[in-house]
């Protein structure tokens, strides 16, 4: 059984930074890739970054681009999301989830995590 375990989140100022983590239980992790997805109040869940496998790839959307960055740590099993010089508009659910297919689809991704709030005040 798959499971995925956010945690990092919380309350930060704008400005301020934050370091998600999302460990992967139950699949061999280092086949994967993986997902970090976000859902702000009132709106749909929507792209924000992914890695390949190796972690030799990575993928951002704009919104976020130069400000979060995406790794993998295929020993621990554990995907992280750094995300500083963070805005009010960055508040959201986060979620992590697996990519087994493409990386435009988020309806596509394989499983997902119970997501870690991340509310950035002004």
């Known amino acids: 059984q798959v499971q995925l375990v956010e945690s990092g989140g919380g309350l930060v100022q704008a400005g301020g930074s934050l370091r998600l983590s999302c460990a992967a239980f139950?699949?061999?992790?280092?086949?994967?890739?993986m997902a970090w997805v976000r859902q702000a109040p009132g709106k749909e869940r929507e792209f924000v970054a992914a890695i390949n496998w190796s972690g030799g790839m990575t993928y951002y959307a704009d919104s976020v681009k130069g400000r979060f960055t995406i790794s993998r740590d295929n020993d621990k099993n554990t995907v992280y999301l750094q995300m500083n010089s963070l805005k009010p508009e960055d508040t959201a659910i986060y979620y992590c989830?697996?990519?087994?297919?493409?990386?435009?689809?988020?309806?596509?991704?394989?499983?997902w995590g119970q997501g870690t709030q991340v509310t950035v005040s002004s």
């Open positions: 989830a697996v990519v087994s297919g493409s990386y435009n689809d988020i309806t596509d991704y394989d499983y």
């Open positions: 139950g699949l061999t992790f280092s086949r994967y890739g």
